[in-house]
Nanobody, 113 residues
């Protein structure tokens, strides 16, 4: 089993930046890919970006060109650099792996207009 701890959220103005981190521990050798998800109240949790072991990345259309996902395998840490943030990016952000593991507590990102 892999355990995940997210951090780095906060309150920023529109146009600002944040960098999220997700530290994985436990059976990390089983991880094939990792991804960032976000969820707002009453809505489903959506995939924002993911990165495969090969380094291949995929992004939600609305964040392309603004968000960058990266991974430091030596630190078992996943990052999400978020630039030019918009109010619609406000959500709780979570990370997860492939294969899936239990969700962490997430980190709140709030973007004010």
């Amino acid at each position: 089993q892999v355990q995940l701890v997210e951090s780095g959220g906060g309150v920023v103005q529109a146009g600002g930046s944040l960098r999220l981190s997700c530290v994985a521990s436990g059976s990390t050798s089983r991880i094939i890919a990792m991804g960032w998800y976000r969820q707002t109240p009453g809505k489903q949790r959506d995939l924002v970006a993911n990165i495969a072991r090969s380094g291949t990345t995929n992004y939600l259309d609305s964040v392309k060109g603004r968000f960058t996902i990266s991974r430091d395998v030596t630190k078992n840490t996943l990052y999400l650099q978020m630039n030019n943030l918009k109010p619609e990016d406000t959500a709780v952000y979570y990370c997860n792996t492939r294969p899936y593991t239990d969700w962490g507590q997430g980190t709140q990102v709030t973007v004010s207009a």
